[in-house]
């Protein structure tokens, strides 16, 4: 495991050009008391990166079309200190980069005047505009998610004769997000 020191992190930060770039962006602070420092800390040389390839690809796709200004808010909550805010910067970011590669991303936040705006971003759906507000589906969304997708695999298990049965929801693999 990488040490917690700045020059270690940064080193391992500095693999992942678009992530070091929204870093740099908010003023660098101290990666180690950010959460993103665990997911730095545990990368080793098995290939296992936590996500950080996938939030890279992201954000290059990203910031192609985008400032760093236009992602402050989800910018500053991947280097917040809490895994929650993390998880809902990963969400909104990773829906972003879906309709974007959909070629339906139309704008981000709405209105674009307010602060922090009260939909993340609106899509083109066949000449209509949409607003939309992604949410993280950690917590009560997965929980309400996992026990709909119970009640139907556990009926089709029934229906087949099959009495032991595990399944898993993956709601942020690449298959999924482009």
Known sequence: ??????????????RYPALTRCWT?????????????????????????????????????????????????????????????????????????????NGTLHSLGWPPSHGSPPFDFRVDATRHIVLCDSKSASG???ILLRNAMERVISGWAKSVGLDDYGFGIDYRSEEHTS
Request: hydrophobic share 45%; net charge negative.
């Open 25 to 101: 962006s908010i003023g660098a602070p101290d990666l180690a008391q950010m959460y993103v420092a665990e997911m730095l800390r545990a990368i080793d040389d098995s290939g296992v990166d936590f996500g950080l390839a996938d939030i890279e690809k992201v954000l290059s796709k990203l910031l192609n079309r985008f400032s760093e200004q236009d992602l402050r808010e989800q910018i500053a909550n991947l280097f917040s200190k809490t895994p929650k805010k993390v998880d809902a910067a990963m969400s909104e970011l990773y829906s972003f980069y879906h309709f974007e590669c």
């Open 1 to 14: 495991m990488i040490p917690v020191t700045a020059s270690a992190l940064n080193s391992v930060l500095f």
């Open 140 to 142: 009560s969304g997965m």
